[in-house]
């Protein structure tokens, strides 16, 4: 996969290839000394991410980010300040910057705020293009997505619909276990035969037996007549038992024997009746523990643990966030008159950050929410859930509009970083006072922070 593009503006080479040491592992890094570099690199050029100084020779860090934001606003920008300049920052955020870093930073803070820069240059384009997505979105039957963990569970799943052996679907409520147990059988050789599903958890214990094998007529009070169970409704084809783990203990032993013996007696009747039924389970529960814990049988787990199949929750794949919810907008948008295109950027950066507890069903609810109160041809952040667009904020970016500026200056303190600092002396060779007019901050300040870190500024003079 080709790593995000950034440019580093900076006229001080240890601030450089200190960007280099962080960025190098995940993105494809240029430098520039001197705003007009990095003004005539950015413009000729295509960068996801441009990092620029506010101060230095050439052109301000102010120029070149009115520069870049007139001719190309698809480019995201952070700037670099002192804490003396922490303020001007802030304006420059007002003017299009994505965010700021104020030095000393924090090595890790610097990269996960680039990351979140080039994340957000990713999802504005994918913002613009969703019809595009939506026309290359991967499929297998009715299951979407496109990250490596869904081609791995879309070509498991083929496999398992080629064979006749149980399979047990494990996942997270939401991940879409109904969807992929109607995939199997849509793609088998039984796709001629009915699909059956039955929730196990939702039917009384007193019923559960009569609903799974039938009863005859008089078996139990109410039984007026002979009635057929959800094993012979999928005769010839599948029945899917979902939350098979809140089935009962004494019906756990007879579903255990029905699957042994391909064999259901129905309540109140003597003889069994044959039956041919390709079983799949799902459960959202863990299986292994409850065996562990007495709550559900060893016997019947490994017969059901024959084709074992995992969904992975929504959070572990988040690449296909875009994908899903531009499939949901598809499907739904219709019902609201058609007028919405797509998302703004910010709410789909929201949707991408969220932790979806309820996977794939949430985020559908959530595409369909917005669509019925939007005005608009494109989703705002203000349409989304309340939880999903509070929580999926940058920590780096905080709304610094709602802020005191010895709040925001307290911000940019705790970016503090000791590998900083090291830089920072051994460029001014153990000078403080040097060293804390680059960086803009009183002596007094800077020794209190080589004391935090443990430095001394002896350590870097000349000769040590």
Known sequence: MKKPRVLVADD??????????????????????????????????????????????????????????????????????????????????????????????????????IERAAERKRL??????????????????????????????????????????????????????????????SQSPRRAGRFVAVNCGAIPESLIESELFGHVRGAFTGAIGDRRGLFEEADGGTLLLDEVGELPLPMQVKL????????????????????????????????????????????????????????????ERREDIPVLAAHFLERHRGRYGGSVEGFSPDALSALVRYEWPGNVRELENAVERALAVVDGPRIPIEALPEEIATHARPRLAPDLGRLTYREVVDIARDRVSREYLVALMREFEGSVTHAAERAGMERETLHRLLKRYGLRSDEFKPGR
């Open 12 to 113: 001080k080479d240890t601030i450089l290839g200190l960007f280099g040491r962080i960025l190098s592992d995940k993105f494809d890094v240029v430098t520039a000394t001197d705003g007009q570099r990095a003004l005539a690199l950015a413009l000729n050029d295509d960068f996801d991410v441009v990092v620029s100084d506010i101060r230095m020779p050439g052109a301000d860090g102010f120029t070149v980010l009115r520069e870049i934001k007139g001719a190309k606003p698809e480019v995201e920008v952070v700037l670099m300040t002192a804490f003396s300049s922490v303020q001007k920052a802030v304006e420059a955020m007002k003017e299009g910057a994505y965010d700021y870093l104020a030095k000393p930073f924090d090595p890790d803070e610097a990269l996960m705020t």
């Open 256 to 315: 255990t024997r029905a699957l042994q013996e391909h064999a259901i007696r129905r309540v109140g009747e003597s003889q069994e009746r044959r039956v041919s039924v390709r079983v799949i389970a799902a459960t959202n529960v863990d299986l292994k523990a409850a065996v562990a814990s007495g709550r559900f049988r060893e016997d019947l787990f490994y017969r059901l643990n024959v084709f074992p199949v995992r969904l992975p929750p929504l959070r």
């Open 124 to 185: 504005r384009e994918q913002a613009r293009n969703l019809s595009a997505v939506v026309g290359n979105i991967s499929r297998f039957d009715r299951l979407v997505g496109k990250s490596s963990a869904m081609q791995q569970l879309f070509e498991l799943l083929k496999r398992a619909a080629a064979g006749e052996a149980t399979v047990l679907i494990a996942g997270e409520s939401g991940t879409g276990k109904e969807l992929a147990a109607r995939a199997v059988h």
